[in-house]
T-cell receptor, first 117, second 116 residues
């Protein structure tokens, strides 16, 4: 099946710094990628939809200046958490859809655990 | 707005037994998809089963089957012959059909424990 890879799987950063998370579709082109946030023991909440070559669409309540999303190529989307604070600590998951194949679902990356200290 | 509700935070099942996880949803759409995703300790989301709302027949995938009651907006997952590897968080999810955004709405999850 299609593979979506996230890097890093874990990251610890100091409060006030920025951290970048990469999401790659390894064996397919993904014109659309999605970024989710999962709090401990809670569900996945969609943060934004990332379209290649255009601005991301953010869900209500998500600060676009805080969570910068770039989708510069058909296989790579990045999420940058700017000026991170401890409350940004969470599990971030990306997913990507295989647009060349109709009626398929998105594939998920393995997630990135961000800890801000 | 669409919502997905899972009322069982945690369930336990003996190995080789059968367990049913519950899910209800709310939508005004007539065409949509429903899913069960598994999230093991590795945190990788794995698609377990998918149901198309326009299909009356319940989806099955080996030991996994669903009971889809469209009028009641109910979508339960039955796991037969439970195995230790089935232990995980299970999320019920919804997606509108004909939606270019492929936006999934997830329930809060049910943690399944499999007892040896």
């Amino acid at each position: 099946g299609a593979v979506v890879s996230q890097h890093p799987s874990r990251v610890i950063c100091k409060s006030g710094t920025s951290v970048k998370i990469e999401c790659r579709s390894l064996d397919f082109q993904a014109t659309t990628m999605f970024w989710y946030r999962q709090f401990p023991k809670q569900s996945l909440m969609l943060m934004a939809t990332s379209n290649e070559g255009s601005k991301a669409t953010y869900e209500q309540g998500v600060e676009k200046d805080k969570f910068l999303i770039n989708h510069a190529s058909l296989t790579l989307s990045t999420l940058t958490v700017t000026s991170a604070h401890p409350e940004d600590s969470s599990f971030y998951i990306c997913s990507a859809r295989v647009v060349e194949v109709l009626n398929t679902e998105a594939f998920f990356g393995q997630g990135t655990r961000l800890t801000v200290v | 707005a669409q919502t997905v509700t899972q009322s069982q935070p945690e369930m336990s099942v003996q190995e080789a037994e059968t367990v049913t996880l519950s899910c209800t949803y709310d939508t005004s759409e007539s065409d949509y998809y429903l899913f069960w995703y598994k999230q093991p300790p590795s945190r990788q989301m794995i698609l377990v089963i998918r149901q198309e709302a326009y299909k009356q027949q319940n989806a099955t995938e080996n030991r996994f089957s669903v009971n889809f009651q469209k009028a009641a907006k109910s979508f339960s997952l039955k796991i037969s012959d439970s195995q230790l590897g089935d232990a995980a968080m299970y999320f019920c999810a919804y997606r509108r059909a004909y939606s270019g955004t492929y936006k999934y709405i997830f329930g809060t999850g049910t943690r399944l424990k499999v007892l040896a």
